[in-house]
């Protein structure tokens, strides 16, 4: 089935990185999973709010700069943070990172390229699998204050 970013995942798109934004409407045609564009840029005001939270962990985040989104599961007509459909976007966001040669990096995964993981995975069904073990890698050989982030993605520049 094909999807096609709504009017509020466009405004979140406003001020958003060039690269990312190509990345992320390239997903949207290859997506198995319906997204929302949840969050784009944000302002300080936004930030301090999420860090008080417990949303976000730093004031440094690449949202400030328009170099981030949140992209969260469309179902049943409302946002749902629901990982089975969260490694589906992923995927998704992977196929399109890969083929439009920008760097991205995910939010389960900090120390590495999303362009990067589970090479040789072509299979979008095997793909959201394979990005799901390297998220529980990730946890293994970095135990700490990170937590994923499923959501989020930025661009490397």
């Given at each position: 089935m094909a999807y096609a970013l709504g009017a509020a995942s466009r405004r979140e798109l406003v001020g958003v990185h060039p690269d990312l934004v190509r990345v992320v409407e390239r997903a949207i045609e290859?997506?198995?999973?319906?997204?929302?564009?949840h969050d784009g840029i944000r302002t300080i005001e936004e930030q301090r709010r999420f860090v008080a939270q417990g949303f976000s962990k730093t004031m440094k985040s690449k949202h400030l700069e328009g170099r981030a989104?949140?992209?969260?599961?469309?179902?049943?007509?409302?946002?749902?943070?629901?990982?089975?459909?969260?490694?589906?976007?992923?995927?998704?966001?992977?196929?399109?990172a890969q083929e439009l040669n920008v760097p991205i990096r995910w939010g389960v995964v900090?120390?590495?390229?999303?362009?990067?993981?589970?090479?040789?995975?072509?299979?979008?069904?095997?793909?959201?699998?394979?990005?799901?073990?390297?998220?529980?890698?990730?946890?293994?050989?970095?135990?700490?204050?990170?937590?994923?982030?499923?959501?989020?993605?930025e661009v490397i520049v």
């Open positions: 290859v997506t198995r999973c319906d997204f929302a564009v989104v949140d992209l969260v599961p469309w179902i049943e007509g409302k946002p749902r943070w629901w990982w089975p459909q969260i490694y589906q976007i992923a995927a998704a966001m992977h196929q399109a900090w120390d590495r390229r999303l362009n990067d993981l589970a090479p040789g995975v072509d299979d979008p069904d095997l793909l959201a699998d394979a990005l799901r073990r390297e998220g529980l890698a990730y946890n293994a050989r970095h135990p700490g204050p990170d937590f994923p982030d499923g959501p989020h993605y």
